[in-house]
């Protein structure tokens, strides 16, 4: 997870680290070129970008963060890329059955009150007391934006617990399987297929 650039003004978005070359990697060789993408949390747009530029998928991507909101509509304008973004929490802004494939790399940490900080580099990396909360709030919706046979990847590490993710998935009647992984010296990384139970 980077540390990302922190311009002191407030307007922080996270930059792209290994979380987000492990998902971009496991998107491009899964997202169909006729399917519809959303990517949640765009950050600076690495992953959606990637996305749009590697496959003939329509991709969107939205954030909370209005800073990151703003600065991948600069970034796809002045590269000529078609990549719309919405500013919004989560799935909630998107129609039912809207997206074939949901991408989310969330923020993950466990809260650390030695840590903390007010801002938006805050809510990019930290997911609440147990580091799973976003992502629990996450797979709550996230099953009524896809369409039929859609699929969904999320990040996820071992700091958060991977297997308390994909028993969280399974109550909610969401299948989780690894699509891609890597381990670093302080934690593992994966990249998880996780599909509506039919
Ligand atoms: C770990 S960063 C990932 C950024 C980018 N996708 C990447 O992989 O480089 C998490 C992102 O999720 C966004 N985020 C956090 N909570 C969110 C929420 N409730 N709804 C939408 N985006 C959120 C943060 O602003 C941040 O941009």
Redesign the pocket.
Known sequence: ??DSTDRGDGTT?????E??RL??EAAVERVGDDERVL??????G??AGRVAAETDATVVA????PH?CRTVRETARSEGVALPVAR???THPFRAGAFDRVLF????LPYDPDAARDD?ME???TGGETGRE?IE?FLDDVGRVLAPEGHVLL?VSTLTDIERVAAYAADRGLAASTAREESFPFERLAALSITPEH
């Open positions: 997870m980077s978005v996270y930059q792209p680290a979380d987000s998902l971009a990517e949640v949390g765009t950050g600076s690495y992953v939205s954030d909370l963060n990151a919004g929490n989560l790399n969330p923020p993950y938006w809510r990019a990396l976003v709030a990040l």
